[in-house]
């Protein structure tokens, strides 16, 4: 099993639509979690953070959290084009005696219009 | 906030040179700083995990001699390939935290591409 897993798509959605991505992890001591967006040839970049059970609103985002179930998930509203990309679920892990982030392997997004 | 640079963007070099990847926090001191090494159409691959004055831990099967970390201040790490071979051409990026500050969030540079001919 690995440890962090994405369905890797690639999810299409139309324009204005609802995408809504989804990550399960394997570690129940994890903490802290992460969706990063990483465009074509590009390096990862932050959108959101989770800490706690619930929901988390940023702007067009939402990240849900469920440690029960070992589950993340990234909500985006009223997708555009501009966000079709690679979405990267990292989970932080003590492992080896030091904290690191787990990557899934992404899921890519399309957004047509 | 949380800017991260990387130079050079992208580099050639022959085979059997050694290549430098420099990693700069701009505006936080970086007490951990990761190296990742990402090949096309593939997912981040952790190298190594460096912390500010002390010895880089490589994740497995990454070979040490090889690839040569050093974080010798707050906001510098940098990567060293050697003899470099064109099994080595890849996205190299590296990311930085403020674990100190109980900041677990990884803020990534914008990546080194490596062609080695």
């Known amino acids: 099993q690995k440890e962090v897993e994405q369905n890797s798509g690639p999810l299409s959605v139309p324009e204005g639509a609802i995408a809504s991505l989804n990550c399960t992890y394997s570690d129940r001591g994890s903490q802290s979690f992460f969706w990063y967006r990483q465009y074509s040839g590009k390096s990862p970049e932050l959108i959101m953070s989770?800490?706690?059970?619930g929901d988390k609103e940023d702007g067009r985002f939402t990240a849900q959290l469920n440690k029960a179930s070992q589950y993340v998930s990234l909500l985006i509203r009223d997708s555009q084009p501009s966000d079709s990309a690679t979405y990267l679920c990292a989970v932080n892990m003590f492992s080896g005696g030091y904290n690191k982030l787990i990557f899934g392997a992404g899921t890519r997004l399309a957004v047509h219009p | 906030g949380a800017v991260v640079s990387q130079h050079p963007s992208w580099v050639i070099c022959k085979s059997g040179t050694s290549v430098k990847i420099e990693c700069r926090s701009l505006d936080f001191q970086a007490t951990t700083m990761f190296w990742y090494r990402q090949f096309p159409k593939q997912s981040l691959m952790l190298m190594a995990t460096?912390?500010?004055?002390?010895?880089?831990?490589?994740e497995q099967g990454v070979e040490k001699d090889k690839f040569l970390i050093n974080h010798a201040s707050l906001t510098l790490s940098t990567l060293t390939v050697t003899s470099a071979h064109p099994e080595d051409s890849s996205f190299y990026i590296c990311?930085?935290?403020?674990?100190?500050?109980?900041?677990?969030?990884?803020?990534f540079g914008p990546g080194t591409r490596l062609t080695v001919t």
């Open positions: 460096s912390n500010e004055g002390s010895k880089a831990t490589y």
């Open positions: 989770i800490y706690s059970n």
């Open positions: 990311s930085a935290s403020d674990w100190l500050a109980g900041a677990h969030e990884q803020y």
